[in-house]
């Protein structure tokens, strides 16, 4: 096929057709190696859901920076959604690093 000879529209046609069958390709291989996986783990015993399942390393935890004054059991990282106890005290005018650890 000489692509020199092709129009912008055939060209552009033959990129979507490509990515297309690339993309069916990679799914057909993962589906494959899937279907491999599941039969080794069947043939020895194990679910292969929980083998995928397992973690290879812990998840690093963020410290509390937080503590609720009166329950030292709240505690907030500063990091996501703020809790209510600090939403409802910086309504109430009070100041975040009040409440830092």
Do not use: C, Q
Not at 16 to 23: C, L, N, P, S, Y
Not at 36 to 45: H, P, R, S, V, W
Not at 47 to 68: C, F, I, Q
């Amino acid at each position: 096929m000489d692509l020199n000879t092709l129009s912008l529209d055939e060209l552009k046609k033959l990129k979507r057709d490509v990515e297309k069958a690339i993309t069916s390709f990679e799914e057909r291989r993962l589906l494959e190696a899937r279907k491999k996986l599941e039969d080794y783990a069947k043939e020895i015993g194990v679910d292969l859901n929980e083998v995928a399942g397992m973690k290879k390393t812990t998840k690093s935890v963020n410290p509390p920076k937080y503590r609720h004054p009166e329950d030292s059991a709240l505690t907030w990282t500063g990091r996501g959604r703020k809790p209510k106890w600090i939403v409802e005290a910086l309504d109430a005018g009070k100041d975040l690093e009040s409440f830092a650890i």
